[in-house]
């Protein structure tokens, strides 16, 4: 029995200006010749198919065009991401052939997809205020306990009926359990381009909270990486299949083949194509402009001049060098002590910490606790419009 673990394709996203469709169509030919090749019984997509909720008509038709290739050998289990639109990404869910499964919403993520004798659970992503109120555990009397408003809170909820369901379907031997899930765990390293899914500040699910399970394909966080979990679960985030930032550029992009055949789960990644690489290049212009720079000129770049003066028509003889140049900045080496070092602001900053340093930046002083408050709400329920949107 193997599976085959991928997340955060991203369909229609585009880094720094450059549409990723055709490397994205590029990375899916891959995976559909890897099923075919080593005889996948499944694939598990654990979210962020689709890079922002309304994706454009070029992603939809490669994702459909994909799960129908796919289909034709293994069977697909999709979960939605905090990008997707969960309604969107799982309509017409129940006219979908029996080899294509999607699991968008939190009624149906106890209902697992039997591949042979395991037990796949799709759960979509769990957004705390969308959802806390659908997993309350309900009482003898009928009372509803609404959850406490975290991650750990949903994530726990969801995972106790998984456990319940499986309980329900022990034969002679125990099932093996496979859980999907797009969650930060602790322990999980992050990188700049994950979009920010703090609610009341916290982000993080425990990783004792997926106990039980034998395998945990984890979505979310780009890099591929293993989480310590309990004993008897094997957690992993199989990464995104391309580097969608230059924080990303040392990362070996992959999938995870899981060969669920033996007494614990065995892992192995699948390196991915790289269409083109991400690289940093940092010095002064003349010298990048020379043998310095030949190495990266076929590269996405971001390339930081270091020359005391800015250079003349910097941008220009840049592109020139590397026309794929991605980021063309001026760094001296030795900048001038009242020079104003620009800070970075990705997707993955706290947006209310961002937030409080302009306040203190226009201000002079940082905001008290009741104003941090203000702030954390006001992006809290714009957060919440723009899901709902």
């Avoid at 019984?41 to 992603?59: L, S």
């Avoid at 201000?363 to 954390?376: C, S």
Wanted: charged share 25%; proline share 6%.
């Amino acid at each position: 029995m193997r599976l085959l673990h991928t997340s955060d394709w991203h369909l229609g996203r585009s880094l720094h200006g450059v549409d990723l469709l055709d490397h994205q169509a590029a990375y899916l030919d891959h995976l559909v010749d890897l099923v075919r090749a080593e005889r996948v019984d499944a694939v598990v997509v654990a979210g962020d198919v689709y890079d922002r909720a309304i994706p454009p008509v070029e992603a939809v038709t490669l994702l459909s065009d994909t799960l129908a290739r796919l289909a034709e050998h293994t069977t697909v289990v999709v979960t939605s991401g905090n990008h997707d639109s969960a309604t969107r990404l799982g309509f017409g869910s129940q006219l979908m052939r029996e080899r294509v499964r999607l699991r968008t919403r939190v009624a149906s993520l106890a209902e697992p997809v039997e591949v042979g004798d395991v037990l796949v659970y799709g759960l979509p992503y769990l957004d705390p205020d969308v959802c806390r109120a659908e997993l309350a555990p309900v009482d003898a009397t009928g009372t509803r306990t609404l959850l406490a408003r975290s991650h750990e809170a949903v994530t726990s909820a969801a995972m106790a009926r998984v456990r319940a369901d499986a309980a329900t379907r022990r034969g002679s031997t125990r099932p093996r359990v496979v859980v999907a899930a797009h969650a930060f765990v602790v322990g999980g390293r992050a990188s700049e381009s994950e979009r920010d899914i703090r609610v009341g500040g916290v982000d993080h699910v425990p990783a004792a909270v997926f106990a039980d399970a034998d395998y945990v394909a984890l979505g979310h966080l780009h890099g591929p990486q293993v989480v310590t979990g309990p004993d008897g679960t094997v957690l992993r985030y199989s990464g995104s299949p391309l580097a969608y930032s230059f924080s990303e550029q040392h990362h070996t992009k992959s999938s995870v083949l899981v060969d669920l055949s033996g007494a614990a789960p065995v892992t192995t990644l699948v390196p991915a194509p790289v269409p083109r690489r991400l690289s940093d290049v940092t010095g002064p212009l003349d010298d990048l402009l020379g043998a310095a720079g030949e190495p990266y000129v076929g590269d996405w770049v971001r390339v930081t001049v270091t020359d005391d003066a800015r250079p003349a028509d910097l941008f220009r003889r840049v592109r020139e060098r590397f026309p794929h140049a991605l980021v063309v900045q001026h760094r001296p080496a030795r900048p001038d002590e009242e020079r104003a070092r620009p800070v970075l602001v990705t997707a993955a900053a706290d947006p209310v910490e961002v937030a409080a340093d302009f306040v203190a930046h226009v201000t002079g002083a940082r905001p008290t606790a009741a104003e941090r408050a203000v702030l954390r709400a006001a992006h809290e329920h714009v957060a919440a419009a723009e899901r709902s949107a």
